[in-house]
Nanobody, 121 residues
Framework: QVQLVESGGGLVQAGDSLRLSCAASDRTFSSDAMGWFRQAPGKEREFVAAISWIGGSTYYADSVKGRFTISRDYAKKTVYLQMNSLKPEDMAVYYC??????????????WGQGTQVTVSS
């Protein structure tokens, strides 16, 4: 069982930056891609960004393009989400997820525990 340990959430003001990290605990960990989702109060969980584990191709939700950057450290089995120019509407619990080959982002294989991002206006 792969455990995903997230960190980096917090309280910031609009316009500030945060970097989230998600480390996979299993040294034998392998995946096709890792990604970030978020869920705001009263809303459904939504896709934010993803990165293919081998080639490093990246994908973003339109709402974060140009402001968020996803990256990964293959050796550390860690994925990052650099969030710049944060807006109040970015406030949510952010979840890391792993998608293995054959799975889809509608049903990732593993989820992190979530980290709260609060953006004050």
């Amino acid at each position: 069982q792969v455990q995903l340990v997230e960190s980096g959430g917090g309280l910031v003001q609009a316009g500030d930056s945060l970097r989230l990290s998600c480390a996979a605990s299993d040294r034998t960990f392998s995946s096709d891609a890792m990604g970030w989702f978020r869920q705001a109060p009263g809303k459904e969980r939504e896709f934010v960004a993803a990165i293919s584990w081998i080639g490093g191709s990246t994908y973003y939700a339109d709402s974060v393009k140009g402001r968020f950057t996803i990256s990964r450290d293959y050796a550390k089995k860690t994925v990052y989400l650099q969030m710049n120019s944060l807006k109040p509407e970015d406030m949510a619990v952010y979840y890391c997820a792993v998608r293995k080959r054959g799975s889809t982002w509608s049903s990732p294989d593993y989820w992190g525990q979530g980290t709260q991002v609060t953006v004050s206006s």
